[in-house]
């Protein structure tokens, strides 16, 4: 028998709110392009991006402190799939370790040659430094800046 | 012979009601953060103290596709086990008792919350109609309301007076009870000229969807004695059901499933006669129509009688059963955990702890909650100053 | 102690299973009709009608994947829950195992003696799951990034790889041992045998992951009875019994899972590990890796079933790619991992992990059919849930 589908899609919107930390750290980025975290007074952890409390104790943040701009790679991948919304492959992303942070934040990175996989996953490796770039139009968020391999 | 303690008794020992003034100042994650510590305050307790968690959380009005993800690390999730029942608020509360109940857990952490940041809640909300049928109507949760109370009028003659009694009750509650967030106390042909919103209802008959978190600590008997934790709201009985899920296959005029309910809770409580049971109610009134419905289906009033009870004043505080003495949604309405509030604000009451609406004397209270297109899940939450009710057979479920 | 006490009694049994034979596309079913569909196959396997159930645990993970809001309610009908106890459970991909450790505490807690769990979900019709995944991410500081389920467990495998040594070979490894099993069950969606060189050859997603190294999106449902130790006695049911049942979570944010000082490491499953540790305590297995004879690992990707399987205790950490090379973990084994092809070859999301329990349950009830392990008495399941951050663990015993 004929069998029909429906199509729907959902069309809403968010205003997501900030809130104090999130919006002062990214207004240092706009205005400064510097990067900031917070200490977590219990673990001592300089959490990046920076949290207003600390999932891990419960506790409330206590002290910014300026953190990166150069760092190590954490972690990393490499995509090559086009998916909906995201953009065109291929693209690398992952999380770096800024100097002077405990946690790692996310980025992209860029001005690397990821034709060939396997060399690619050569040059982005797991501990290898970086630094961070910032636009030069800053809106005040995290895709105002991205990492680059630290020149030799 | 148990009562819902199947292992063990089980009571609510801290609350905390968050209605955030200024959205911006913090993230929907800060917030729920701030008001999971409070409840915690209020138990006097610390996180270390919590066994897990249960949130209540809807994923179209956080705007986060498993909103538990981004809520877990607020409430103390991390290291602990956390479960999340988007289908209700006050469903993470019965999911709470049953964990402290069944003994694998002493304590329990009970959040939900209900933002404002989407840019329309009722088409947030319509999302909620199945796309094979009837997403193509203009069926939101207010439409929903809107059907429900025609079927109700035509079914109960002269209920309207009944229903804008109920409005003027609340709103006058909610001014004595939280007046800075509070709808304004206004008189019966005020709140009777309102204009029609999805007809029968009027914006007079419904309060705009606000920004509120609640929070609560569910703990065992052992615990309570232990940590010697003050004024417990034991839990006497606890009764959940829900109704079809397409309007056209439900009676819209009576509610089955809340009858289904208060039977589970009554019957695990020990409660003959509901009339005199309580002290207090606190009952789900999204719309007034809702009150009605669940005087009616807690035994507390038949709908023959729903005017003259309400021209008695017998639910108005004063009453010999008040109704609502928060204000109720009527007067403050965070859609998607208005429900759990109103068990926070029973079980307040109970603990001598709900602020300028305390009532004194109480030794049992009764709190209702309903969720979903014309209320299609109901709770029924029976709670009293001790852990067990007078004589009471088992538990309700067994065949 | 967060968590303290043992369970010893109330013993909950399951007493019915049923699931659908997984597939892309079902249009010849809507939602509510394949919800039904495991619904039924379940209470014929119990040998009960839907009035004998006292309560229903719903499973579903995101809406948005359905394009359903609070998809639930529409479920109400198919799960048979007019008038009863009814509640949804979800914790993204580990939602079906949580449904069933709700539905446990409604037993344990002497309030029902019999409930349905049920789910199922129309993960083709989504248009593209990864985009509206991408929507897991909070929208203050990671949304922006084109984070997924698959790049962000591209990015645990990158760390393992650093940390463990572990190689591509090895993750096609997973794939060519849960293909051989799903190619013995009819229920799997993906039961096409593969080489290692094919999964090679296969396109990459997100580097390390291949395409043959991912999960399909998988249409189907799933559904248990589970009842008391005396509903089961007094009616003479047949069952297995659910003997550990725990959940633990790590952090939302994988940044947090690596740098200096972290608790949990993104390469790992360090809270699956604590939750496994919670559930073994339970049911009193001391020695898992002598002790249990079949997993079911909620393990979407390749690399992730390693970390599982370290998790469950079934290998010391960093070893269980060596284990596998030496032919471990195959059917036959001293333990069998996803016997039934596991995640990998089928993911119906909202019912993955609740499909986990069923295939563990059907193992140590002997009725697993052509991917049965040998005298398997004692079961593990698990359940990811989240940006790997919600975990579930049961274990079942005959």
Known sequence: MELLTRKESWNIAYEHALGETASWFYVQIRDHAKLYGRRDPKSGRVLVPPRSFSDQTLEPTTEWVEVGPAGRIETFTIVYEQFKTLPPPPYAFGYVLLDRADTAIGGFFRGIDLSDPAQAAQTLKVGVRVNTRFAEKRTGDILDFWFELESK | ????????????????????????????????????????????????????????????????????????????????????????????????????????????????????????????????????????????????????????????????????????????????????????????????????????????????????????????????????????????????????????DRQLAALASLAAATEQAYQQAGIKNPTTAFQLAEVADATPYQELLAYEGLGLCARQEWLRACESGRFERGGTLPVNLSGGALSFNPVYCAGLMRIAEAANQLRGRAGHHQTAKLERVLAHAASGFAMQYNTVVVMGRDPVAGTHSCVGARP | MRWCKTMKSTRVGIVGIGQSAFKSHRDDANYPELVREAVALALQDAGRGLADMQAVVYSLAPDALLGIGNAERLGVDAVGARNKRFMRINTGGSTGLSTVAAAHAHIAAGVCDVVLVAGGDKVGESGDSQAILNKIWDPTYERQLPLTTITMLAMSAVRAMHKHGMTEEDMARVTVKNRVHAALNPKAHLRKKVTIEEVFASRYLAWPIKLLDACPQSTGGCAMVLASERYIKENRLEAVWLTGLAHCSESYFIGDRMGNNYVADHADAHALRLSFERAYRMAGIKDPAKQVQAAELYAPFSNTEFHAIEAAGLAPLGQSMAMLRAGEFYLGAGTAVNPSGGTLCTNAIAVSAMVRVAEAALQVWGRAGAHQQPGARVAVASGNGGDHQFFGSAVLEA
């Not at chain 2, 701030?34 to 968690?53: F, K, P, S």
């Not at chain 2, 964990?99 to 857990?105: D, K, L, N, P, T």
């Not at chain 2, 309301?145 to 025609?150: H, V, Y």
């Open chain 2, 1 to 248: 012979m148990r009562d819902l303690p199947g292992k063990t008794h089980v009571a609510v020992v801290g609350c905390a009601m968050h209605a955030p003034r200024d959205a911006k100042q913090r993230s929907l994650e800060e917030a729920i953060y701030a008001v999971a510590r409070a409840a915690l305050l209020d138990a006097g307790l610390a996180i270390d103290d919590i066994d897990g968690i249960v949130v209540g959380a809807n994923d179209q009005l956080d705007g986060r596709a498993i909103s538990v993800m981004m809520a877990s690390g607020s409430v103390g999730g991390v290291g602990r086990d956390i479960l999340s029942t988007p289908s209700a608020a006050e469903h993470a509360f019965v999911l709470g008792a049953l964990r402290v109940s069944a003994g694998q857990f002493r304590t329990q952490l009970v959040v939900s919350w209900s933002p404002t940041e989407v840019s329309s809640i009722p088409e947030a909300l319509r999302l909620g109609t199945d796309p094979y049928f009837h997403r193509a109507l203009p069926l939101d949760e207010l439409s929903a309301a809107g059907l429900q109370a025609t079927a109700l009028e035509s079914a109960v003659p002269d209920i309207r007076q009944a229903a804008i009694s109920i409005v003027v009750k609340n709103r006058n509650n909610g001014a004595i009870a939280y007046p800075d967030r509070a709808a304004a106390p206004r008189e019966t042909a005020w709140i009777a000229s309102g204009k029609p919103l999805r007809w029968p209802l009027t914006d007079t008959m419904v309060t705009p969807p606000a920004y509120g978190l609640v929070a609560l600590v569910l703990a065992d008997a052992e615990f309570v004695k232990e940590r010697s934790l003050p004024a417990p709201a034991w839990i006497q009985g606890l009764g959940w059901a829900t109704e079809a899920g397409l309007l056209g």
